[in-house]
């Protein structure tokens, strides 16, 4: 979809969801400008539940105390994030023909899927529906934002998740949605590590980027103007 192009990816290791947001935005403001280019954050959250901006608060039907909830700019339903999940988020410019929303959608699944294949697992998407299926169970779910063509928000793959944190709400909206992990599909031994390197050579290949440069967490946090962060209004 982006031919031609480098590709800069960041492990980040486990962030506090506020500070994943702030970060997002700034970096999506640093692209819109053109001050930097693609670049893909791979990361875990704390536990946090987090609703869509159209999303139904009636489909967390539970509200554990301990958990925060966050609603934020991007579509989709109510979902969970906690340890054990991978977590990405794409920062990418859509130019040309990759300007379609349902087509970026499709790609993101086509990464998740691919990333699986490499350990042994076959999942497949489901008519009508956005994420990553292993049989009738999700494993990948996906809420993207857009902003003047530049995307931010993105996908979460359950890679040893606590998958009963999911018990209390509805997960992406869908009723009698069960979620799965690749812990609970006989892969223990695939570390967050693992499929992040998984996933990165997967976004590689299916958005044709050229390569791929590793970028340190500290070089990401520092790359960031603080007083670029887009307020909600902007959002």
């Known amino acids: 979809m982006i031919a031609g192009s480098t590709l800069r990816v960041a492990h980040l290791g486990v962030v506090d969801y506020d500070a994943s947001l702030k970060l997002q935005t700034a970096l999506a403001a640093a692209r819109i400008a053109d001050e930097i280019g693609d670049t893909l954050l791979l990361l875990e959250h704390g536990n946090v539940f987090t609703l869509g901006r159209g999303a139904d608060e009636r489909f967390i039907v539970a509200k554990p105390a301990e958990i925060p909830i966050y609603r934020v700019s991007r579509g989709g339903e109510v979902t969970y994030h906690g340890p054990g999940q991978l977590v990405g988020y794409p920062i990418l410019k859509l130019d040309g023909r990759a300007r379609d929303v349902s087509k970026y959608l499709r790609a993101l699944e086509q990464t998740m899927i691919d990333a699986l294949a490499s350990f042994g697992v076959e999942a497949t998407r489901r008519e009508g ?47 009698g949605c069960e979620m799965t992990s690749l812990a609970k599909l006989g892969h223990p031994e695939v570390s967050i590590d693992a499929f992040s390197l998984a996933m990165r050579e997967s976004f590689r290949r299916v958005f044709a980027y050229d390569s791929i440069t590793v970028t340190s967490a500290d070089e990401i946090w520092n790359s960031i103007d603080s007083g670029r962060e887009l307020t909600e209004a902007q959002r």
């Open 129 to 175: 529906l956005t994420g990553v299926w292993i049989g009738q169970r999700k494993i990948g779910s996906i809420g993207v934002g857009i902003k003047r063509w530049v995307t931010y928000h993105g996908f979460a793959l359950n890679v040893s998740t606590d998958l009963r944190f999911f018990d209390s709400i509805v997960p992406c909206g869908i009723d």
